[in-house]
């Protein structure tokens, strides 16, 4: 199973994939990939949004999700960053449903808690967090691209055993 894990935003929206293997002992996360989709804060919105959607796009169709796992929306943030954060996951939405990828939404506060037993972590702790579920030998950056990771590997944490 492949999930694809999604730290919307429209100034940056990591992504991360692990891959659910089996083995003698049961299910192990190993990484396939990650990164950040950036646009400039001077490019109009239409834009931007039009660009994290063709790319959102290529990356499903180039590593073929089973499951999407993204980030919901947390209120506690400016009006500003929630209505941008929005769009964001509203364009990667759309795409999972063009393509028929089910998505499975997590608030922050859980995956922060999955990985680290922590619902208020830092980002650093977040990453390191990352780089031991995935036994990799360096944290991954940016911390955007750690966090979609985060999101992924949380999907996997809260599904275990499920069918």
């Known amino acids: ?16 994939l692990v891959s659910v293997k089996k083995n003698g002992k049961g299910e192990i996360l190993e990484f396939v990939d990650a990164g950040c989709l950036e646009t400039k804060i ?3 919105m239409p834009e931007r949004l039009h660009y994290l959607q063709t790319e959102t796009e290529k990356i499903l169709l180039k590593h073929k999700p089973d499951i999407l796992a993204i ?7 400016n009006a500003k960053t929630a209505i941008a954060v929005g769009q964001a996951r509203g364009v990667v939405l ?4 063009k ?10 506060l859980s995956v922060k808690f999955a990985l680290t037993g922590f619902g208020r972590a830092k980002k650093k702790e977040i990453q390191e967090g990352v780089r031991k579920t995935l036994r990799m030998e360096k944290i ?3 911390d955007d691209a750690a966090d ?15 069918k």
């Open 42 to 44: 001077e490019t109009p």
């Open 1 to 16: 199973m492949l999930i694809l894990g999604i730290d919307p935003g429209t100034a940056r929206l990591g992504f991360g």
């Open 94 to 97: 759309a795409v999972a449903g």
């Open 148 to 162: 979609g990771l985060a999101i992924a590997i949380t999907h996997h944490i809260k599904n275990q055993g499920k």
């Open 140 to 142: 991954v950056k940016p």
């Open 99 to 108: 393509h028929k990828v089910p998505v499975y939404e997590y608030q922050g």
């Open 71 to 77: 980030e919901q929306l947390f209120f506690g943030i």
